[in-house]
């Protein structure tokens, strides 16, 4: 009996508790009164009344909604075509403080590179001991050699890289039809998550050329010169070619009505393609990318790819594609560039000349990703989501389609304590205004500067670990929290292979897979 007693005190003995808070599922809403026991950096039990010990660190949330800890899928810390952007320290810092506490950023690839284990290890290098937040590799396929594919590709899988992303556009990182071909084949066999940028090189080559030839290359003109069109195409394209190769995609930063129902058409034939977008293609117009009185460069702050598009419907779109589930996954595209800096934004500077096509492609957006969806997340009339979609787009799915299933994105018993407390509503006399002043990324603007958001995260905790508190600190992590994500093969979220292609035999495939 005694020995009963020790184990089940050991086992009851909580590190910490979360109590007096509405925590939020993937699924449901829970009733009030559901407590979250933590040991060991694991969430350990959900129940009222969970038992204290006088070790047991108790967090009262004050009435506050509580999710799980964000997964930003699609963030760019320290790459080298972005020198004057995050790296791991400033970037990582910037997301916990908007209430993300895993980041998969990207190992890229050169075009002349003949292996991707060496970017790889120079990643880890640039992320060990330098994050506040966890973190995981995609790569990103420039030159994808048969030898790599058959060699390196199983040795990176086992090591928790389980995801790469493929470029149809720009050309030091794309690929023709043939090399999306194979390596849509290898993710076949070897089971890896296959991310696209899907944008048409040779259309918005062709603008480029004779928007230059005609004067017109302002920055506002880098709208013009990737229409949507551009994009449709693309995905089209890309969608057929995986429906071919019975491979789940997911398209990346997706910015098109179109090229978001042929995503959705897709979906309704139970293809497992799946889609993302980003904040800016919710909030921003191209009109952000021309100039002021005062700076008529300051639209570069803007430029991204896909760009901001023209037309307030576009932005609509976008938002009915989070609403009806065309949308898997809702991450930030974090790739920016110093804005004041030459070797920023002001590399398409050059005395009064303007080049919006040396202009590093990107925006901030770790920090506020989450604060800008939650607000427009709840019950209200007003409310464009459930609090539950929120949870699936920032969180739960991400971490399904990358391979932290059971670790990351849900508060459950098992899964790291990852976990955010936000602000009950009635403590915020007025809404939070985003301000620069009071962001955490390593560069000199945000997009959304002066926009307000409905609440902010008040403190975020990283396994069980307290890294944020708005109101006693800020930041009070440390950069050597982050570890490295083993991740294993990411699960199918929207649709199933198998299926046959219309216009082929049954069983057609067998002949050449």
């Known amino acids: 009996m005694g020995e009963y007693r020790r184990e089940s005190e050991e086992f009851m003995g909580f590190d910490l508790i979360v109590t ?3 925590i939020v599922t993937a699924s449901e809403v829970l009733s009030p009164g559901i407590e979250i026991g933590v040991k060991n950096g694991k969430i350990s039990c959900l129940g009222m009344f969970l038992p204290r010990s006088d070790s047991t660190l108790v967090v009262d949330a004050r009435g506050g909604y509580i999710t799980p800890g964000g997964v930003d899928s699609h963030v760019h810390f320290a790459q080298d075509n972005s020198p004057t952007g995050d790296n791991f320290t400033t970037g990582s810092r910037s997301s916990i403080a908007g209430g993300t506490t895993t980041v998969i950023a990207f190992a890229s690839q050169n075009k002349t590179e ?9 990643y880890h290098t640039r992320a060990k001991d330098q994050s506040y937040c966890d973190y995981g590799f995609h790569l990103i396929l420039s030159n994808p050699t048969p030898e790599i594919m058959a060699m390196e590709m199983p040795f990176l899988i086992e090591q928790g890289i389980t995801s790469v992303k493929l470029y149809m556009t720009y050309e030091p990182r794309k690929l023709g039809d043939a090399q999306l071909l194979d390596v849509l084949m290898s993710a076949r066999t070897l089971g890896f998550t296959t991310m696209v940028h899907a944008e048409n090189s040779d259309i918005i080559s062709l603008i480029s050329t004779r928007l230059e030839a005609s004067g017109h290359t302002e920055p506002y003109f ?29 398209i990346v930063h997706m910015s098109s009505e179109i090229a978001m129902k042929h995503v959705r058409k897709a979906q309704t034939r139970m293809l497992p393609i799946h889609a993302e977008t980003c904040p800016q293609y919710l909030f921003l117009l191209s009109e952000r990318l021309k100039g002021t009185h005062e700076d008529a460069f300051e639209g570069a702050k803007c430029v991204c790819s896909p760009p901001l598009r023209h037309d307030p419907k576009d932005l609509e779109a976008m938002w009915t594609g989070i609403a009806n589930g065309t949308f898997t996954v809702f991450s930030s595209d974090h790739a920016p560039s110093t804005y004041g800096h030459s070797g920023g934004k002001k590399l398409g500077l050059k005395g009064d000349v303007m080049r919006y096509r040396d202009i590093p492609n990107g925006v901030p957006g770790v920090e506020t990703r989450l604060p800008l969806l939650f607000s427009y997340a709840g019950r209200e009339k007003d409310s464009r989501l459930s609090l539950q979609r929120f949870v699936q787009l920032t969180s739960s799915d991400p971490a399904k389609l990358y391979g932290l299933e059971g670790m990351k994105g ?11 407390i936000w602000y009950n509503e009635k403590e915020l006399k007025d809404r939070v205004t985003i301000r620069q002043s009071e962001l955490h990324h390593g560069v000199d603007y945000t997009p959304f500067e002066g926009m307000e958001v409905k609440n902010w995260p008040r403190l975020t905790f990283l396994r069980g670990k307290k890294v944020w508190d708005r109101d006693n600190g800020g930041i009070v992590g440390d950069v050597r929290d982050g570890k490295f994500l ?15 292609v219309n216009g082929m035999l049954g069983g057609e495939r067998n002949y050449w897979c």
């Open 114 to 122: 003949t292996t991707v284990i060496r970017c790889v290890e120079e």
């Open 20 to 22: 007096n808070g509405i």
């Open 486 to 500: 083993k991740r294993g093969k990411g699960k199918i979220v929207v649709g199933r292979t198998g299926g046959e």
């Open 222 to 250: 880098h709208a013009i010169s990737r229409p949507q069109i551009a994009e449709n195409e693309a995905t089209y394209r890309i969608i057929s070619l995986a429906e071919l190769t019975d491979v789940p995609i997911l």
């Open 410 to 420: 849900s508060i459950a018993v098992g899964h790291d304590a990852d976990i955010v």
